[in-house]
């Protein structure tokens, strides 16, 4: 295991334009996980409320609802996680190297696994920092304190961190079908956030489609079923009812597509002669 | 003899070309083996199947006469076509990978830089190297894990003639280390200059078998000339170690025994005062042979 995240880890450390995405990812983070508060004191200085409420007194740092409200936001950046992905397998079929790994002497599995256990480490280290700053946060901001607080809800984190997984692994899918990184770059980036988000809402809302079987199949999407592991937290802030658990439906769903990505990955790489 | 690697109908084709048909090939230990075909005979492909990067359609090899192919992987050093490494790393970090893959301690790096010099830009990026130095360093990176058998693909493909001479007296070198070649070419003169045994393929099927030495070491003759023609034909006539003498316009042609050399005809006839103003040996060059195979299998 150690090993083969250490032949990835030689590759990438030295890779300027890694560093520079990383760097950027743990910005976006820092941003998402702790400009909530000065997100609401802008609203409150433009002069918005909500029925007569100053903004800043939304408690959305309270324990434990800040695990999902982070979790949420932070799964709008996962991209730039896919994209380190993106371009670290695109560069060992570009330049050659995953062909002349095998040769040297790892198996196409390994392969796998050293960028799969990447993958899973990228996840964990987004994961744990943002359980670090949801920590820190709340400890400033929560009206609630005590651990029956701090640690429910925990499993939003864990959901985050399977969705970050699970999306990566569809970008190394993407890598061994596509030749050219910055297509596959452009294409998952507005495909995640443009295309499925368009179409998902016109299914689901245009007159013609939505009382017919059209709203279920969305949640069948790929980008749909991650985006239904975590749902937007928000509405509880204007009193209205919201999924405040993981659907266990939704976690099949994603499921299906993990081993989906993962079985197409290696009848690939099996499959294909490496030329 | 250690098998090395054993072949067995191994086949591949691509939509209707076949480009390996029924290939059998048997190597062991020692030897430097070239494959001698044609552009598109179907030399990498069979490389490739045999370093499992390219799936075969049927047939089936054996390394080390056991099973284990990424085990057996480890033990072979071997470039297929272009030099491939992270063109933003430095020779030095490349090579760490493939002692990381090899599972061979990082402590030869220098060594093998050394030995194909290119040491003094060790920590210079791969993508600023001429390629010369690319193909050199993809050697060292065969030689890293100090492998019992080697793999080399058109070495020199691509290299300037001082690049040439280089790559193959690295070869050489290596190959005098007892080490076992496999080495895929077009190039007749390298394959006569640095192989013990060779196969010439076409179209995927192997026409011809055999040692270098063998196929041209057939025919020895000695070509002669001096002024006194008539007394250089009574001397060749006495000399202990040909079988016979042809005239041919001014000079004579010598077909000699096999343990006698030219440098003997020539002392033989120098210790009776004749000076030979012309001293030829003939030898069948791997190129007419390769040419008749060709011919032969039409």
Redesign the interface.
């Given at each position: 295991m150690i090993?083969a995240l250490?032949?990835e880890w030689?590759?990438i450390r030295?890779?300027?334009l890694f560093w520079i995405l990383i760097g950027m990812y743990l910005l976006a983070l820092l941003l998402i996980a702790s400009g909530g508060m000065l997100f609401l004191e802008w609203l409150k200085s433009e002069g918005a409320d909500f029925r007569g409420i100053n903004p800043t007194i939304i408690p959305i740092y309270d324990f434990p609802d800040i695990w999902q409200n982070t979790t949420y936001l932070a799964t709008y950046v996962k991209v730039l996680l896919a994209f380190i992905v993106i371009i670290s397998v695109n560069?060992d079929v570009t330049?050659?190297?995953l062909?002349?790994?095998?040769?040297?002497?790892?198996?196409k599995k390994?392969y796998i696994l050293s960028k799969l256990l990447f993958i899973v480490a990228m996840a964990a280290l987004s994961t744990l920092l943002l359980f670090g700053l949801g920590f820190v946060n709340g400890s400033i901001y929560s009206h609630v304190w005590g651990a029956e607080y701090i640690f429910d809800e925990m499993e939003f984190l864990a959901v985050y961190f399977y969705e970050v997984v699970i999306y990566c692994t569809l970008a190394f899918l993407l890598s061994l079908l596509i030749k050219k990184a910055g297509f596959i770059i452009m294409a998952l980036f507005l495909y995640t956030l443009m295309f499925e988000p368009i179409v998902d809402a016109i299914l689901i809302n245009a007159p013609i489609f939505r009382d017919g079987i059209a709203p279920e199949i969305v949640n069948f999407f790929p980008i749909k079923a991650l985006n239904n592991l975590i749902s937007v937290p928000y509405g509880r802030y204007i009193f209205m009812e919201i999924e405040d658990d993981v659907a266990i439906k939704a976690l099949a769903i994603a499921t299906g597509w993990f081993v989906f990505y993962l079985g197409s990955i290696s009848y690939l790489l099996?499959?294909?002669?490496?030329? | 003899m250690e098998k090395v690697l054993r072949i067995n109908k191994l086949s591949k084709h691509f939509g209707r070309i076949r480009a390996v048909d029924k290939l059998d090939l048997d190597i062991t230990t020692g030897q430097v083996f070239g494959i001698l075909g044609p552009n598109g005979s179907g030399k990498t492909t069979t490389l490739?199947m045999i370093?499992?990067?390219?799936?075969a359609d049927s047939g089936s090899f054996r390394w080390f006469g056991q099973d284990d192919n990424?085990?057996a992987?480890?033990k072979?050093g071997?470039i297929?076509e272009?030099p491939?490494?992270?063109?933003?790393?430095t020779a030095t970090?490349n090579l760490?990978?493939?002692a990381?893959?090899?599972?061979c301690s990082t402590d030869n790096i220098g060594k093998v830089l050394k030995q194909a010099g290119l040491f003094d830009r060790r920590n210079d990026k791969f993508k600023t190297y001429s390629l010369g130095m690319k193909q050199r360093l993809s050697i060292a990176?065969a030689l890293l894990s100090d492998p019992p058998v080697l793999i080399f693909d058109e070495p020199t493909n691509g290299l300037d003639p001082e690049g040439i001479a280089e790559v193959r007296k690295l070869i050489k070198d290596v190959a005098g280390s007892g080490k076992t070649i496999i080495m895929a070419s077009h190039l007749l003169d390298e394959v006569q200059k640095v192989c013990t045994h060779f196969c010439v393929l076409r179209k995927g099927k192997k026409l011809h078998e055999g040692r270098v030495s063998e196929t041209l070491g057939e025919i020895n003759k000695v070509e002669v000339a001096a002024d006194d023609r008539q007394k250089l034909e009574a001397v060749i006539g006495s000399f202990p170690g040909q079988v016979a003498a042809q005239q041919n316009g001014s000079t004579f042609l010598v077909t000699m025994k096999e343990d006698s050399s030219a440098a003997d005809l020539n002392d033989f006839c120098f210790a009776r005062g004749i000076t030979l103003k012309k001293l030829f040996t003939q030898r069948n060059s791997l190129e007419q042979e390769f040419l008749k195979i060709l011919r032969e299998n039409d």
């Open positions: 090993r250490k032949l030689l590759k030295n890779y300027r560069n330049y050659n190297t062909r002349q790994n095998i040769i040297d002497g790892i198996s390994e099996n499959k294909r002669d490496l030329n | 490739g370093l499992d990067v390219v799936a990424v085990k992987r480890k072979i071997a297929l272009m491939c490494f992270m063109p933003y790393l970090q760490r990978i493939t990381h893959i090899k599972k990176a």
